[in-house]
């Protein structure tokens, strides 16, 4: 291929890579697998990438990787694995160790939370609290209608404030 060929595809979609981890880190749980399907995802959007007719190339490519999520889980039937949130979470600056502490019980706690929610859920979860994504481009993304996106991430919202709220209770 020349480089004429793939400069467009660099400037437009690639600049969203990390994004796309991201999406796939959270889905699949696994930082291996995720970089994997990745891979996978962008080699596909290349070859594809001659129908792509503009518009929002991120939503395009996490499409891509989203679907490439799940056919990757279909073929491997892996057990969910909890996997570190380090790029969601956002690290409040601590003095002591004891506040250190208690920041990393929080945030292991919420990974858990977000862990354990239903795929359709975590999904819609990490694509509008961590990459900040409209509705119109999540619904693009996974291919249900806005209503069903707000319904959804509503849902994960109660639930995740269930999960936290009666951690605390159970605590006291």
């Known amino acids: ?5 793939i400069d467009p595809f660099e400037r437009v979609v690639l600049v969203h890579l990390d994004s796309a981890y991201t999406l796939a880190r959270y889905l699949l749980r696994d930082e291996h697998d995720a970089q994997d399907v990745v891979q996978d995802a962008a080699l596909r959007a290349l070859r594809h990438f001659a129908g792509f007719r503009g518009g929002d190339a991120r939503a395009w490519l996490l499409t891509i990787v989203r679907n490439c999520c799940y056919s990757f889980q279909r073929k491997q039937r ?3 694995r909890t996997v570190p949130l380090d790029e969601a979470a956002t690290a409040v600056a601590m003095e002591s160790a004891d506040a250190a502490t208690v920041q990393a019980q929080e945030q292991a706690r919420i990974q858990r939370a977000v862990a354990a929610l239903p795929p359709e859920f975590r999904e819609v979860i990490v694509l509008r609290e961590i990459e900040a ?3 119109a481009d999540i619904s693009a993304i996974t291919a249900v209608p806005v209503g069903t996106v707000m319904s959804r991430l509503s849902r994960a919202r109660k639930r995740l ?3 936290l709220g009666n951690a605390e209770r159970e605590a006291s």
């Open 1 to 5: 291929m020349s480089s004429v060929a």
């Open 133 to 135: 994504m409209s509705y």
């Open 161 to 163: 404030a269930a999960v």
């Open 78 to 80: 892996r057990q969910p």
